[in-house]
């Protein structure tokens, strides 16, 4: 699975939008982009994953690049509850071996 | 529903014990993972079961012994372990089918192991 680059971490401000980047330039044409998130204490939720148009659901926005190298997850409204560490993560979808392989993640922090 | 649950949610044990973790789901998921997180890390792939019959071992020691009784349950049995296997141990599960929706994962709320 292609590797991916993210921040190490960065602040938001409750109420506002939050912008989540990730490279991963060298994603082959099979592979998705997924985001997971981890709250403190507590297991990876799932968040939303997409191939190449961007995508939206109850949780965040996905916006991924046209030549695929880049994405950015956006958290639409910000909250307290929202402070984690964000994960993106590339990965094929197989019917044998298939896994998820985590990065170092950014951590965010929602501040009042 | 999208539930994995994981029991206990924190054991401890010394090191010439023998206990399990267990994980069960009852999604219809063919797949099913355990993962080693430590403190401030992410998580680590341990095992994969796909369709009942271990997929993918990544080079875990012994000590830990994968066990899938049936499509719904998955154990971790623990035996001889050190203080540096202490972590949170998460398991996960997954549809097993093609297409988008048979790929996503999803995780419990973890195991929190220490080992005394």
């Known amino acids: 699975d292609a590797k991916t680059t993210q921040p190490t971490s960065m602040d938001c401000a409750e109420g506002r939008a939050a912008n989540l980047p990730c490279n991963h330039s060298t994603i082959s044409g099979n592979e998705y982009v997924y985001w997971y998130r981890q709250i403190h204490s507590q297991g990876p939720q799932y968040i939303i994953h997409?191939?190449?148009n961007n995508e939206t659901n109850e949780m965040a926005s996905l916006i991924i690049t046209e030549d695929r190298k880049s994405s950015t997850l956006i958290l639409p409204h910000a909250t307290l509850r929202d402070t984690a560490v964000y994960y993106c993560i590339v990965r094929e979808h197989k019917a044998a071996g298939n896994k998820l392989t985590f990065g170092g993640g950014t951590r965010v922090l929602v501040k009042p | 529903d999208t539930e994995v649950t994981q029991t206990p949610k924190h054991l401890v044990m010394g090191m010439t014990n023998k206990k399990s973790l267990k994980c069960e789901q009852h999604?219809?998921?063919?797949?099913m993972y355990w993962y080693k997180q430590k403190a401030k890390k992410p998580p680590e792939l341990m095992f994969v079961?796909?369709?009942?019959?271990?997929?993918i071992n990544e080079s875990v020691p012994s000590r830990f012994s994968p066990e899938c009784p049936n499509s719904s349950l998955l154990n971790l049995h623990l035996h001889a372990l050190q203080p540096e296997d202490s972590a949170l141990y998460l398991c996960?599960?997954?549809?097993?089918?093609?297409?988008?929706?048979?790929?996503?994962?999803?995780f419990g709320e973890g195991s929190w192991l220490t080992v005394v």
């Open positions: 997409g191939l190449k």
């Open positions: 999604m219809g998921h063919r797949a």
């Open positions: 996960a599960s997954r549809q097993g089918e093609q297409g988008p929706l048979g790929n996503t994962i999803y």
């Open positions: 079961y796909s369709y009942e019959k271990l997929s």
